[in-house]
């Protein structure tokens, strides 16, 4: 295998100047990047090219960037996957690991934070630990984010599942989550 088809990269992410940027940044670290905006377009793009590499968002408009770590490791199972959010959760952080992906980062991310996400093989006991506890609007958000997960992103289900409406629920959870 060359060196040019060892760097072969999905950049998944909707908002396309943020690709342009990326894309730019990896391209520097002699990264073969194709840019997709859609899950159902990086999971043809998937099936059609060996792909080594990664970079998904977790939210791509109103679908989960999840459903994409899973499709994509089913045709890739050695692929190395590091999951993008603005919007970060203990939940989705969890799945995203479960499902296949080899770090989970917060954006703003910088790139050289990416490349090393790709060689993650296991936890590092040197994270530093919070000093305070979460605030209880961030408690709030973190299990609301939790329940959604655990219905699949049915916002519907999880909606009854909290009794709540589920206007409500999805006004709470397109609101940034609070800091900690």
């Known amino acids: 295998m060359s060196q040019q088809e060892q760097k072969k990269l999905l950049l998944l992410d ?15 670290h002699d990264f073969e990047v194709f840019i997709t905006h859609s ?3 990086a999971c043809k793009h998937a099936e059609q090219q060996q792909l080594n590499y990664a970079v998904i968002d977790l939210r791509i408009g ?7 770590v899973s499709r994509i490791i089913s045709h890739h199972p050695t692929i190395k996957i590091v999951v993008l959010t603005g919007y970060a959760s203990i ?6 690991i479960k499902l296949g992906a080899k770090h989970y980062l917060t954006k703003p991310a910088e ?19 919070s ?11 973190e299990y609301l984010q939790k329940v959604l ?11 009854r599942a909290l009794d709540m409406h589920r206007r409500t629920l999805q006004r709470k959870l397109q609101k940034k989550p609070v800091k900690q």
Request: contains cysteine; aromatic residues 4%.
């Open 14 to 28: 909707d908002d396309e100047v943020f690709c342009e940027v990326l894309s730019r940044a990896l391209r520097r």
């Open 91 to 96: 939940a989705t952080a969890v799945e995203a």
């Open 149 to 159: 997960q655990e219905h699949d992103g049915n916002i519907s289900a999880a909606a």
């Open 39 to 41: 899950i159902s377009s």
């Open 62 to 68: 109103q679908e989960s960037g999840l459903e994409a």
């Open 111 to 129: 790139v050289s934070d990416i490349i090393e996400g790709f060689g993650k093989t296991k936890g590092d006991i040197e994270t530093q630990l």
């Open 131 to 141: 000093a305070t506890p979460m605030s209880v609007k961030r408690l709030e958000w």
